[in-house]
């Protein structure tokens, strides 16, 4: 039986890494079950000890419409090389990007 192929965005100011140790808590039979794909969010933030990341800039709303549609542009290249994908898993930030790019793909 064929794994689903499932991608993974971390929350914001967090990392892939991170998220995919968070998921370790998940009994191992079901993650034996999925190939998961972790990726980290597009914008680095500075001046913290380990590499964390964000899918959008929430501190400054005029960057924020142009973040969210860089998250959505880099994301859509990341399923483009790496997929196809059979579902999304976000948490927090990740989460708003996950539900957001059901609507989005419509658009297209």
């Keep these: 039986m064929k794994k689903s192929k499932v991608l993974c965005l971390h929350g914001g100011t967090s990392s892939a890494a991170h998220f995919k140790e968070q998921l370790q808590?998940?009994?191992s039979?079901?993650?034996e079950?999925?190939?998961l794909v972790f990726l980290d969010g597009p914008f680095l933030i500075d001046n913290i000890k380990v590499p964390t990341f964000r899918w959008y800039?929430?501190?400054d709303a005029t960057k924020l419409d142009s973040t969210f549609n860089q998250s959505i542009a880099y994301i859509e290249e990341t399923m483009a090389k790496l997929g196809p994908?059979?579902?999304v898993l976000g948490f927090s930030q990740g989460a708003c990007i996950a539900a957001a790019l059901p609507g989005m793909q419509a658009q297209h």
Aim: no cysteine.
């Design 85 to 87: 994908f059979d579902g």
């Design 33 to 35: 079950e999925m190939d």
């Design 57 to 59: 800039d929430t501190q």
């Design 25 to 27: 808590i998940w009994p």
């Design 29 to 31: 039979n079901v993650l």
